[in-house]
């Protein structure tokens, strides 16, 4: 099934909150709280009721997006994922299933070739790719075409959209995102590559590290400094955005050695005297920073959404294994030390998952959805990487071997805990942001 057009149930609605959130929507402003209440339970209510929509279902699109990714993905089964785990070759043949049928576009506006839905769909989609037992393997192949050209949807000109586009939504081209640099961290402003105007064109020199898929991208969206540091205003200004061709000519990507996803790479990239056409800048330039930021809370969404897609693949497998192996005379799943940390993990996924959702249903209607999206990465992350420990845990011995795929999902599910950000950093934002406690760095 081809991915479904845009449709009226577009947004999920799982919080028809219509109560001010103090603490977390900071700029909503107060709205009545309206209950429609049944007659049993209206009893002393005042006359301040009206209609509520409280709807923790998915809509009839998302469950047929879920459906269709799910039939996709059986097609590419768990010892497909083991060997790629074990020669790096990247998942093509799954990349190219998911563009055959219009799923690289799902969160592209048509008039662009994609289907225009929203990070509530696009979350589904992920979450059910990482959860078939593709985990990050299959979730990172395509997570960059998912959400990572927002930057270019929202502030290319209708030029570079019509340029740009197409061909990643065809799958005809890959793109990465290069934004970290090794001297600088999580600390973007101190960046260092830098882009330097000549005519009409600009030169870009510099490194980035971790850049996930440049060994196979034809495009790169990378951040680079047009002004010094000290020149702005603040510490981001003077940060400039290019989508431009990885031209190996100019470009040498050099392959990480990694714990885990070795099917997707990441790498260090040494760029030197890439020439690149003025018409490849993004928006206006020293205003980089700020168009991806606008990027960051729908990407932390789909980051918990893979995060607990993974998680449940592992507690899927764990409680299938206490269910099967016997030992002392009974199944392992029988005593309550294997079954409380599962029944625990499926709890913590589950409440993530409220979490993701409530962030794509704000983001998806227009709301400040900052502090959800960032719980909902913290939460997802964490659950996920306890559900593939617990799975280990569960299997004993087995779950080392490679044979039982968990120990894949584990080292996997460290990944949605680091990039693209850290929980330490997500627990600063939510102290400063949300509970108003002075800045710690
Ligand atoms: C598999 C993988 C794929 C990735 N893909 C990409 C990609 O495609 N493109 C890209 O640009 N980047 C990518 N990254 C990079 C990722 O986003 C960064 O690794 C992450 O943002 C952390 O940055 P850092 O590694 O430089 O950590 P650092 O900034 O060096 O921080 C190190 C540790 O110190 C902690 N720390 C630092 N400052 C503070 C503070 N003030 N308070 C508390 N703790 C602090 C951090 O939380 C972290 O735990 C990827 C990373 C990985 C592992």
Request: hydrophobic share 40%; aromatic share 8%.
């Amino acid at each position: 099934m081809a991915v479904p057009a845009r449709s009226r149930h577009g947004a999920v609605r799982l919080g028809g909150i219509a109560r001010q959130q103090r603490e977390q929507d900071v700029g909503i402003k107060r709205r009545r709280v309206s209950l429609r209440l049944d007659p049993r339970y209206a009893r002393g209510a005042g006359d301040d009721c009206g209609a509520s929509t409280i709807d923790f279902a998915l809509t009839d699109l998302q469950q047929s997006v879920r459906a269709a990714i799910e039939k996709i993905c059986a097609r590419f089964d768990d010892d497909y994922w083991r060997k790629r785990d074990g020669d790096g070759k990247f998942p093509d043949a799954f990349h190219g299933a998911l563009a055959a049928d219009g799923w690289l576009g799902i969160c592209v506006p048509e008039a662009y070739g994609g289907s225009g839905l929203g990070i509530a769909e696009a979350a589904v989609m992920m979450g059910a790719i990482a959860q078939s037992g593709a985990g990050f393997s299959g979730a990172s192949a395509v997570h960059m075409n998912i959400f990572g050209l927002n930057p270019v949807v929202v502030y290319g000109s209708d030029e570079q959209k019509r340029r740009m586009l197409p061909p990643i939504v065809a799958g005809k081209e890959k793109a990465c995102f290069a934004v970290t640099e090794p001297n600088a961290g999580l600390e973007t402003a101190k960046l260092q590559t830098r882009a330097e105007r000549r005519g009409d064109r600009y030169v870009i020199s510099g490194a980035k590290i971790w850049t996930t898929t440049a060994q196979v991208a034809d495009r790169m969206l990378i951040l680079t400094r047009t002004a010094p540091l000290e020149a702005g205003r603040k510490p981001t200004d003077g940060l400039t955005l290019f989508f431009t061709a990885l031209d190996r000519r100019y470009v040498e990507v050099r392959e990480i050695e990694k714990m885990g996803r070795k099917a997707v790479d990441s790498n260090q990239v040494f760029i030197d005297g890439l020439d690149v056409p003025a018409d490849d800048r993004i928006g206006a330039e020293g205003r980089g920073f700020d168009y991806i930021l606008d990027g960051f809370n729908p990407e932390r969404i789909l980051v918990a959404a893979e995060a607990i897609g993974l998680g449940r693949a592992a507690l899927q497998r764990a409680a299938a294994y206490a269910k099967e192996r016997t030992v002392f005379g009974r199944p392992i799943g029988q005593n309550q030390a294997i079954q409380h940390p599962l029944a625990e993990c499926w709890m913590e996924l589950e409440a993530a998952e409220l979490m993701a959702f409530k962030a794509a249903w704000q983001y998806d209607n227009g709301m400040p959805c900052g502090p959800a999206a960032n719980a909902a990465k913290y939460l997802g992350a964490e659950a996920g990487f306890k559900a593939c420990q617990t799975a280990i845990m569960t299997h004993g011995g087995y779950g080392y071997a490679k044979e039982f795929h968990v120990e894949r999902y584990f080292r996997e599910s460290m990944i949605p805990r680091i990039a693209p950000v850290t929980p330490h950093l997500i627990l600063c934002f939510i102290a400063e942001r949300v509970l108003g406690l002075p800045k710690s760095y």
